[in-house]
């Protein structure tokens, strides 16, 4: 790899050309630094399928085994667990259920801290490493304390997360702190916690590692990269996606953009974003044609996408343009019924995770998804990231008006009660 001096940033709002060799915060004129670096114009696919067997770290990273569409650090300040390596599952009752015979899922739930996150954070954190940063920082509704801390810890770095307050899955909250981050709770919401962070940034000097980073939004496209060399290069008709901060949105479109420039795609895939109808500034924007764009406060079961002023909403607009996508809505109670199916599938998932599928299911109906057309839904976080909602849908008060519940029984320790019980199964 190239040293950082062969890059720079370039604000998408004014143009000013921004350095590459610090924390990349706003532009004074409040605009995003995007990454500009040296792209291929053409590559041979093969590398790849040679680097999947090797022994090499960085090859042994879905993140870095496409490195020549990442940003040129050097090997030597590179932080990796390895990330990525997400599988594809299929499902027929998922298939069925949402009335899609072509779907596929993508995991990233199985990347090392159970988010999509870790492939931004292996990136971003190699830059800050590499730059000299004494602390990093984040604000977060959970998945991205987790990465922080994470990747911080292995790159022997100091990290502090802003929280909202009583609004982060205890899951997550264990991960932060048992990576030993100094958490910071806020009294607010997220975007309260987004605003102190990007303050603390410019007076404090902390790197930051949010996705207003654009070296976070580089290890993201990968997603997409890796995605594609599962399928051999032949693109699908859809990806559909969770919508939240919108950084993932971003990276998906602009790694689709430049895959096909550097050959290794002869078409690009449609991009469907999904977000929840308590936190949909996106959807409201999508659908006054992007004329304008409003932050709302926001509220959602999946506190993954709970996020009411996404701070890549420029980005994913263009996404989403260039892409000729579609931005949808679904309820909770869509999102809970479409977990408890990807649950039972064997698969799992957090709740923002299953607000792809619901929204399959729900372009599906509306016919902008065509039968035929092959799909693939992400994933973005694990199982695990939130049993306490696992628990409510399945034992709380509303348990029993609702789908796929299964509830524990209680018997006496004898066989002719566990027969009773098993009559429907054994």
Same mark, same amino acid.
């Given at each position: 790899?190239?040293?950082?001096?062969?890059?720079?940033?370039?604000?998408?709002?004014?143009?000013?050309?921004?350095?590459?060799?610090?924390?990349?915060?706003?532009? *004074?004129?409040?605009?995003?630094? &995007?990454?500009?670096?040296?792209?291929?114009? *053409?590559?041979?696919?093969?590398?790849?399928?040679?680097?999947?067997?090797?022994?090499?770290?960085?090859?042994?990273?879905? %993140?870095?085994? #496409?490195?020549?569409?990442?940003?040129?650090?050097?090997?030597?300040?590179?932080?990796?667990?390895?990330?990525?390596?997400?599988?594809?599952? *299929?499902?027929?009752?998922? $298939?069925?259920?949402?009335?899609?015979?072509?779907?596929?899922?993508?995991?990233?739930?199985?990347?090392?801290?159970?988010?999509?996150?870790?492939?931004?954070?292996?990136?971003?954190?190699?830059?800050?490493?590499?730059?000299?940063?004494?602390?990093?920082?984040?604000?977060?509704?959970?998945?991205?304390?987790?990465?922080?801390?994470?990747?911080?810890?292995?790159?022997? +770095?100091?990290?502090? =997360?802003?929280?909202?307050?009583?609004?982060?899955?205890?899951?997550?909250?264990?991960?932060?702190?048992? #990576?030993?981050?100094?958490?910071?709770?806020?009294?607010?919401?997220?975007?309260?916690?987004?605003?102190?962070?990007?303050?603390?940034?410019? &007076?404090?000097?902390?790197?930051?590692?949010?996705?207003?980073?654009?070296?976070? +939004?580089?290890?993201?496209?990968?997603?997409?990269?890796?995605?594609?060399?599962?399928?051999?290069?032949?693109?699908?008709?859809?990806? %559909?996606?969770?919508?939240?901060?919108?950084?993932?949105?971003?990276?998906?479109?602009?790694?689709?953009?430049?895959?096909?420039?550097?050959?290794?795609?002869?078409?690009?895939?449609?991009?469907? =974003?999904?977000?929840?109808?308590?936190?949909?500034?996106?959807?409201?924007?999508?659908?006054?044609?992007?004329?304008?764009?409003?932050?709302?406060?926001?509220?959602?079961?999946?506190?993954?996408?709970?996020?009411?002023?996404?701070?890549?909403?420029?980005?994913?607009?263009?996404?989403?343009?260039?892409? !000729?996508? =579609?931005?949808?809505? %679904?309820?909770? !109670?869509?999102?809970?019924?479409?977990?408890?199916?990807? !649950?039972? *599938?064997?698969?799992?998932? &957090?709740?923002? $995770?299953?607000?792809?599928?619901?929204?399959?299911?729900?372009?599906?109906?509306?016919?902008?998804?065509?039968?035929?057309?092959? =799909?693939?839904?992400?994933?973005?976080?694990?199982?695990?990231?939130?049993?306490?909602?696992?628990?409510?849908?399945?034992?709380?008060?509303?348990?029993?008006?609702?789908?796929?519940?299964?509830?524990?029984?209680?018997?006496?320790?004898?066989?002719?009660?566990?027969?009773? %019980?098993?009559?429907?199964?054994?």
């Amino acid at each position: 790899m190239a040293s950082s001096g062969s890059m720079h940033l370039v604000c998408d709002a004014c143009g000013r050309v921004l350095p590459a060799d610090r924390s990349p915060g706003r532009c *004074s004129c409040g605009g995003l630094p &995007e990454l500009v670096f040296a792209l291929p114009e *053409s590559i041979d696919p093969a590398v790849y399928d040679r680097r999947r067997g090797g022994l090499d770290p960085l090859d042994r990273s879905g %993140v870095w085994r #496409y490195r020549e569409f990442l940003p040129p650090l050097p090997p030597d300040q590179i932080v990796t667990r390895p990330e990525g390596n997400t599988n594809l599952y *299929s499902a027929a009752a998922l $298939s069925t259920w949402t009335g899609c015979p072509h779907l596929l899922l993508k995991h990233e739930g199985e990347n090392p801290t159970g988010s999509f996150k870790d492939r931004g954070m292996t990136v971003a954190t190699s830059h800050a490493r590499a730059v000299g940063a004494r602390v990093v920082a984040c604000a977060s509704t959970g998945n991205t304390s987790a990465s922080v801390a994470a990747y911080a810890a292995m790159a022997g +770095l100091p990290a502090v =997360v802003f929280l909202p307050e009583g609004k982060i899955s205890a899951a997550k909250l264990g991960q932060a702190i048992a #990576y030993g981050a100094r958490i910071v709770q806020v009294r607010g919401d997220f975007d309260s916690a987004m605003r102190l962070v990007q303050e603390a940034s410019q &007076e404090l000097g902390l790197y930051l590692l949010n996705s207003i980073n654009p070296f976070r +939004l580089a290890g993201q496209k990968t997603i997409v990269i890796e995605l594609l060399h599962q399928l051999c290069w032949e693109p699908p008709d859809w990806i %559909v996606l969770p919508g939240g901060n919108l950084g993932n949105t971003a990276a998906f479109g602009t790694a689709i953009v430049e895959l096909e420039a550097a050959g290794l795609i002869r078409r690009r895939p449609r991009l469907a =974003v999904i977000q929840a109808e308590g936190a949909s500034p996106f959807y409201r924007a999508y659908r006054n044609g992007f004329a304008s764009f409003s932050p709302e406060p926001a509220e959602t079961v999946a506190s993954a996408i709970r996020i009411g002023n996404p701070v890549s909403y420029d980005r994913a607009r263009r996404s989403i343009l260039e892409t !000729d996508g =579609v931005v949808e809505i %679904v309820t909770d !109670d869509e999102i809970l019924e479409a977990k408890a199916r990807v !649950d039972r *599938s064997g698969i799992g998932c &957090e709740p923002a $995770s299953a607000a792809s599928v619901a929204g399959v299911r729900k372009l599906v109906r509306s016919g902008v998804i065509m039968p035929g057309q092959r =799909v693939v839904a992400l994933l973005t976080g694990h199982l695990l990231k939130d049993p306490d909602t696992v628990m409510a849908y399945h034992l709380g008060p509303e348990a029993e008006h609702r789908p796929m519940t299964n509830r524990p029984v209680t018997i006496e320790p004898t066989v002719a009660a566990l027969r009773g %019980v098993l009559s429907d199964v054994a």
